[in-house]
């Protein structure tokens, strides 16, 4: 029933901007934390941004801060990550996911960011 879909996602050089998004359905959007993750090949998956039902609380792991901003719009059911300044050690899946941590929840099926020159 609870379905996240993602989408955005491309390949860009190094200094270039994404933004992603992810469509919510099958659940009380407006009253779930939403976050985003990402997963590298051979390495965990890890945070990279966290954000309250009502928008006014976000979270940012330090390897994005200022480089990165999580948004939401509830009257759409839709998540963005604006993503700035992208490095290659960014590249990786990127995962939209209900609730803060990384138990538990509901997951997307992840879009693909790739940075390279």
């Known amino acids: 029933q609870v379905q996240l879909v993602e989408s955005g996602g491309g390949l860009v050089q190094p200094g270039g901007s994404l933004r992603l998004s992810c469509a919510a359905s099958g659940f009380a959007f407006s009253a779930a934390f939403m976050s985003w993750y990402r997963q590298a090949p051979g390495e965990k998956r890890e945070l990279v941004a966290s954000?309250?039902?009502?928008?006014?609380?976000?979270t940012y792991a330090d390897s994005v801060k200022g480089r990165f901003t999580i948004s939401r719009d509830n009257g759409k059911n839709t998540v963005y990550l604006q993503m700035n300044s992208l490095k290659p050690e960014d590249t990786a899946v990127y995962y939209c996911?209900?609730?803060?941590?990384?138990?538990?929840?509901?997951w997307g099926q992840g879009t693909q960011v790739t940075v390279s020159t």
């Open positions: 996911k209900t609730g803060l941590a990384a138990t538990g929840g509901f």
């Open positions: 954000i309250a039902g009502g928008g006014a609380v976000t």
